[in-house]
Structure formats: structure tokens, C-alpha cells
């Protein structure tokens, strides 16, 4: 059997007296696509940074293709594709020329024409590097990572900053790729990212994995647990709400205007939930019953106040 594409044991960074990463475990199967999700500073870019051997843990144990990412960087690099957060070029270099260089580095790349155009950047592709929009320069990063044909490649937030219509080319490169057979693990902000293309879901808190599974693992609910959300004026009274339904239900303004309803969801308690709010003189909107999505169990898992 094969080693696995990335194997993390008890990893641990600090930064002084900062812990960034503290105690991660992560195992990722070759030809796999995992997300690492967590709120800002949780520790995945550190976390991604280590493993791409740019920084030295301080506990812990990381492989990489089986190898350790710092001592073995050079029998890794050919291997390992990077596009680090932010991108980043030289300013003045055109974008034909960076992926032409990035390319010549590699022993059997991709051609650098076809790559630019699946990207929609043959248009810009005489373009300096510090004249391409935000979502350009990104697109330019993924393509600099790919052009080697890596086994795995090393994403940190690859879709930030890109327009819906460049998002769809790069979730729909992204999912060929995986196709392919090469192991991909980026980060996101985009639970919808995430749930569209992740075979694996990690997600990090305070430098740990507080949650991990397949997207629909992770948003199962069991028969019991299904819940009703709708969406209303904000302020409704939710303990009048909760009395009026048969007991063991909740009745939660998870935020202003957005009400979740636990408990098994039935006819009657929908029912009863529409006629409340009709006799309140309050429209339910958005009536849904069925799983949580992703963003939910994100929130549920990491709480929903602002992180610094
Ligand atoms: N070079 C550094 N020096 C000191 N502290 C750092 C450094 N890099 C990161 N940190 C801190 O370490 C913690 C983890 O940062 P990291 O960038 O890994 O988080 P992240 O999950 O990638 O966040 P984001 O989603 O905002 O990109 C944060 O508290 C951050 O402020």
C-alpha cells in the first residue's frame, strides 16, 4: 500500500509565546481532495507552510509523500506543486513568462499555452504580473503550481478574490485534477467549495482538529435531530414559539432573522410553526426541513463570534 500524501502526528508551532498549531493530526490518502477549513488565524496557513517545508514545526512529526518536508525538500520539490496565500510574483515579469519559467523548472510540464487558456488567462498572458486584477494574479498562482504536473499540490485559499465565473473553471480544474489522481489539499473559506469538491473535511480550531469526515458525514443528521429553519423578521419571541409546539422542541434566532426549529419535524409541527407566525403577522420565508449544510456545522462547531 501506498504512503499516504500527507501524515501529520501531534504537530505543534508557536510563534514566541503564540501556539499557532497545537497537538494536529491529519492523514490524507493519495489521490484525495481535503479541505482544511477553520476560522482566521486557527493555524491552517502555518500548518500548510510546514508541510510544504517553509517552516520547522516544534513538535511532531509531518510526512510528505513519505518524506520529511524539511530534511527531503529536495527529492519533494519536483513532486509538490505550492500556491502560497496571496500568490506572488515577481511585479514586473508577464504572466506567459512566469508560467514559461515556473515550467522550465519542471522535467515533463504542462504546456504552458493550454494551461493559461483553461484558466482564461491567454488574454492577459503579455500582461506585467503587478497589472493583472486580484483574481488574475490567483489564477496565475494556481497555474505556477500545476504546470509541473505534481503528484500532490498544496493549496492556501485558491479560489479568494475570484469572480463566480473563474471560481466554477478552477473548482472544474480542481475536481480533474482529483480525477487524474493527484492528492490536493487547500484551504477555504467557502464551506460551498468545500462541500462541492473535498473527499475529506478537516477543520482546525486553536490549532487543533476539532472536526473531520466526508461533507455529507459531517452534515448527517440522524432521523431525530432534522431540523426546520426559516427565515423572518428579527425579534420574533421564540419562547412563545416553543410553548406553542409539543414538548422536546427548540426554538433558536441563530442569527437576526434566521430561526431554527429542533426537534423530529412532522407535518403538524410545520404546520404549527406557519400558523404562529401567521397569527404574528410575520411571513415565514425560506421554509426548509432537511440536513444542515456545511456552513452550519462550521458555525455550530466554532462558534459564531468574530475571531481577531
Ligand atoms: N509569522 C508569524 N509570527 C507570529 N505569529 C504568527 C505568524 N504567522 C501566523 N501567526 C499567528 O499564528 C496563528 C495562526 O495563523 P495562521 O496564518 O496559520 O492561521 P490561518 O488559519 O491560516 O488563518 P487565516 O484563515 O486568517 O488565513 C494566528 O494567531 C497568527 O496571528
Request: charged share 20%; net charge negative; glycine share 12%.
Amino acid at each position: 500500500m501506498s504512503t499516504p500524501a500527507v501524515e501529520i502526528t501531534g504537530l505543534i508551532k508557536r510563534y514566541g509565546p503564540k501556539t499557532a498549531v497545537d497537538g494536529l493530526d491529519l492523514k490524507m490518502e493519495r489521490g484525495h481532495l481535503l479541505a482544511l477549513l477553520g476560522p482566521n488565524g486557527a493555524g491552517k496557513t502555518t500548518t500548510i507552510e510546514i508541510c510544504e517545508g517553509f517552516r520547522r514545526p516544534d513538535g511532531g512529526s509531518v510526512r510528505v509523500l513519505g518524506h520529511d518536508p524539511v530534511s527531503e525538500g529536495a527529492a519533494l520539490r519536483p513532486r509538490v506543486g505550492v500556491m502560497p496565500q496571496g500568490g506572488g510574483a515577481y511585479p514586473g515579469v508577464h504572466a506567459g513568462e512566469m508560467l514559461t519559467l515556473v515550467a522550465a523548472c519542471a522535467a515533463n510540464p504542462l504546456d504552458p499555452a493550454w494551461l493559461l487558456d483553461v484558466l482564461g488567462l491567454a488574454p492577459v498572458a503579455g500582461t506585467p504580473f503587478k497589472r493583472l486584477s486580484g483574481g488574475q494574479q490567483q489564477r496565475l498562482s494556481l497555474a505556477c503550481a500545476l504546470v509541473g504536473r505534481p503528484e500532490l499540490v498544496f493549496l492556501d485559499e485558491p479560489t479568494a478574490g475570484v469572480d463566480p465565473q473563474a471560481r466554477r473553471l478552477v473548482w472544474e480544474l480542481l475536481a480533474a485534477l482529483r480525477s487524474d489522481g493527484v492528492s490536493v489539499l487547500l484551504t477555504t473559506h467557502l464551506m460551498e467549495e468545500a462541500e462541492a469538491l473535498a473527499d475529506q473535511v478537516v477543520i482546525v480550531d486553536g490549532g487543533r482538529v476539532i472536526a473531520e469526515g466526508t461533507p455529507s458525514a459531517l452534515t448527517a443528521e440522524d432521523g431525530d435531530a432534522a431540523q426546520l429553519r426559516f427565515k423572518a423578521r428579527p425579534g420574533l419571541d421564540t419562547e412563545l414559539l416553543s410553548a406553542a409546539l409539543p414538548e422536546g422542541y427548540e426554538v433558536d434566532e441563530s442569527s437576526p432573522g434566521y430561526y431554527l426549529v429542533t426537534g423530529r419535524v412532522s407535518p403538524q409541527v410545520v404546520s404549527t410553526v406557519t400558523s404562529w407566525c401567521a397569527q404574528q403577522g410575520v411571513l415565514a420565508e425560506e421554509l426548509h426541513v432537511g440536513r444542515r449544510d456545511l456552513e452550519e456545522v462550521f458555525l455550530e462547531l466554532t462558534g459564531r463570534n468574530l475571531r481577531s
